[in-house]
């Protein structure tokens, strides 16, 4: 199971888990259009590489913008997969996977179906597509398959997903194209704005980390970060406070809480009850946000929850699918 995201790519293996997390990224020789590094290695690369070599975030939004690098990335990663499972059972001949990769709730059904021919051609011998809100709720062990309201809001790189599930699907969902990486552009763009100081998004991420907060936090939090000075073109340091990150995130934050609070403003009055008794779970790597929960529980006025493990709960989730849909397949052929 494939959990393809815009910022980070999980892979669980049946029997396994989790196998390993990478960075969506891909780093290509432009003469050759052959793959010179893929995952951590390709991110390292990000505006360091020369004039021949493109490090590409193939995944923009939760959906694929470059078709040609993410075949070649999923590719990478099943080969790698397979590789391990070979140490593992070196008697066993392994033919092409059966792969369930996750999707937005949000993507189209010309984006869904890139997804799953993207899988296809890079050896998958069925691809399977699942919606990443039911994956994560799979993931958090919520109980999905009964007739009660479940409610996930799963918070990636590039969207934020928000769901309500009974019965083994999604009731009312919204989806929304605003996430950690938005807020990563956002707390760059600001710092360029405020200081004068151009940075890249690597560092805005690590701003995010140390001081980024859903709510307001006490002052006195600051970081260094260095830069290129805008005027003079020089290197430069400046110091950002906690507060001047929260005020770069705002926006990003409040279209996290609104699509929560339209979500629940669309759930049926039965589910709606189920939501309120036992609350909400959070999941993603924006859960990781501090104080979101928080700020979440006062919006709206539900519990909520984090996910024992948020930046795994949907790759865990898509497991568990491929582990279902591989009794249902096997009690299909045996009957049939």
């Not at 707390?187 to 907060?213: C, D, N, Y």
């Amino acid at each position: 199971a494939i959990d393809l995201g815009t910022a980070n790519t999980l892979v669980f293996v049946r029997g396994q888990g989790v196998v390993f997390s990478e960075p969506s990224v891909v780093a290509l020789d432009t003469k050759t259009e052959e793959v010179v590094a893929v995952g951590s290695a390709a991110k390292r690369m990000i505006g360091r590489t020369p004039a021949n070599i493109v490090a590409i975030e193939p995944l923009k939004e939760g959906v694929i913008a470059d078709f040609g690098a993410t075949e070649k990335m999923i590719a990478h990663f099943i080969r790698r997969a397979q590789r391990r499972e070979r140490r593992r059972r070196p008697y066993r001949s392994l033919v092409g996977p059966r792969v369930v990769v996750c999707a937005p709730s949000g993507a189209t059904g010309v984006e869904l179906r890139a997804v799953k021919e993207a899988a296809e051609s890079a050896g998958a011998r069925q691809a399977y597509v699942i919606e990443e809100p039911l994956a994560a709720a799979i993931g958090a062990g919520l109980p999905v398959e009964e007739p009660e309201g479940s409610m996930v809001v799963d918070v990636g790189g590039g969207t934020t997903e928000v769901a309500v599930i009974s019965l083994g699907g999604i009731v009312t969902k919204t989806s929304v194209r605003t996430a950690g990486n938005e807020m990563d552009r956002a707390i760059a763009s600001f710092v360029q704005r405020e200081h004068k100081v151009a940075v890249g998004t690597q560092t805005a991420e690590r701003l995010k980390i140390e001081l980024g907060s859903a709510l307001p936090l006490g002052e006195g939090e600051s970081a260094e970060m260095r830069g290129r000075d805008l005027l003079t073109g020089l290197p430069k340091t400046v110091v950002v406070t906690g507060e001047e990150v929260g005020e770069a995130i705002g926006p990003a934050v409040e279209a996290i809480v609104g699509a929560a609070k339209n979500t629940l403003d669309r759930t049926p009055p039965e589910l709606a009850s189920d939501v309120i008794e036992r609350g909400m779970v959070l999941a993603g790597g924006g859960a990781l946000l501090r104080n979101l929960d928080e700020r979440l529980s006062r919006e709206t006025g539900v519990a909520v929850h984090v996910a024992e493990d948020p930046l795994e709960c949907v790759a865990v989730g898509s497991g568990r699918y491929l582990e279902e849909l591989g009794h249902l397949l096997s009690r299909t052929s045996s009957t049939g």
